[in-house]
């Protein structure tokens, strides 16, 4: 027979749960906002040096040169910060869902 202290108890721990993955989720958002922030302040600011650099070059040379620097320099940075901020999207999920594995293993049937 069910008791009704245990439907209380139940509705304590999703309620805690529920509370806790709205936490972990704010947190990872907040965090992955200030990733996106800190990325394209980061491109502006390059982007910025690079027009100065080529306004100053005086060769077609140099101008590629420093283009080509540019690029690359852009591309790296570009693929280190979409595998940091894909990793914050993972650990966001993760941290969302953690709370809710107490009350799923209540649910799911013992490995056997």
């Avoid at 600011?45 to 077609?60: A, I, Q, R």
């Avoid at 101008?63 to 966001?92: H, M, N, P, W």
């Avoid at 594995?101 to 490995?111: D, I, N, Q, T, Y």
């Amino acid at each position: 027979m069910v008791k009704i202290e245990d439907i209380q108890n139940y509705g304590k721990e999703h309620f805690e749960s529920v509370t806790a993955s709205a936490n972990n989720l704010q947190s990872g958002v907040q965090a992955i906002a200030t990733a996106y922030g800190d990325y394209a302040k980061k491109s502006f600011e390059d982007t910025k040096s690079f027009v100065e650099k080529l306004s100053g070059v005086k060769s077609l040379d140099k101008a590629l040169e420093a283009q080509t620097e540019f690029l690359r320099s852009s591309y790296e940075t570009f693929v280190a910060e979409s595998q940091k901020i894909a990793g914050l999207y993972s650990d966001c999920a993760k941290q969302t869902f953690k709370p809710y594995e107490g009350l799923v293993s209540k649910f799911a049937p013992a490995a056997q």
